[in-house]
């Protein structure tokens, strides 16, 4: 447990130095927020939590739809500028809400920093309704690097950590993690009866080869997990 928290607080240590470099802003084509869309279908009165909301980009395009949307995030510099939403600071691990009380989870590239990720669908699972719907967007760990398309970045990101270059320098007490698409989903219907998952093609990606072809190798994925087995109200 204390390897948790220590992890955690390294997260949010990080997001607090590099603040700076996250934007606050998303375009409404966005294939992560159409995706979003596509799933929860039209905002207007849903409850929504927005997990790891950073600066609250995603979720302030929701609350313009007419949602009720809380922000949380372990980040108190990140969360500082997610002005007009709810927000709470707090970990995504310990999440202050009642069971049922949403009916969509958004956690859009929050994920991979997560420290234990079991433990997080749960309480996903808990926090939901029903009928209530997890959407997860996070990176693929089989994706191919946008600049040299014909290496993978799980190759360039071992290259930029020993070169000091990534998110979270060697040695550092956390790091990130990208999922195996099918493993992920595995994780998700422990708690769900209904999961899917599928790849979205960037902007940059589009007209592009491999990206076009070959879904497998995009960098962002969307996994979907309906109805959490034995809990949540309506
Ligand atoms: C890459 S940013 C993405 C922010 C936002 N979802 C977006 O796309 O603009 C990841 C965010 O997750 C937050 N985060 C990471 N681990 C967390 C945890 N255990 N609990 C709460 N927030 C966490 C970070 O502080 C950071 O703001």
Known sequence: MTRVVEFEAAVARRFDDLADRFKSEVAIDDPRYRAVLDRIGPPRGLRILDL???????????????????GLDASL??????????????????PPFRSGSFDAIVAIESFEHIARLEH??????????RAGVLIIID???FS?????PWLPNAVVNAIDRRRGL???????????????????????ARRFERTSFES?????????????????????????????RGGGRT
Not at 56 to 70: C, I, K, N, P, S
């Open 200 to 228: 979205l093609l960037s902007h940059d990606e589009r007209e592009r080869f491999p990206f076009e072809r070959f879904p497998s190798t995009r960098l962002m994925y969307v996994w979907t997990a309906e109805r959490p």
């Open 166 to 188: 990534a998110m979270y320098p060697a040695g550092y007490p956390a790091s990130e993690r990208w999922f195996n698409p099918a493993g992920l989903d595995r994780l998700l």
């Open 139 to 141: 990176k693929n760990i």
């Open 52 to 70: 790891g909301c950073g600066k609250g980009r995603f979720a302030r395009r929701l609350v313009d739809q007419g949602a009720g949307v809380f």
């Open 77 to 94: 510099r990140m969360i500082a500028e997610a002005n007009g939403i709810e927000r709470v600071l707090a970990s995504a691990s310990r």
């Open 144 to 148: 191919m690097n946008l600049k040299r």
């Open 120 to 129: 997080a669908i749960d309480e996903c699972a808990r926090l939901l309704a």
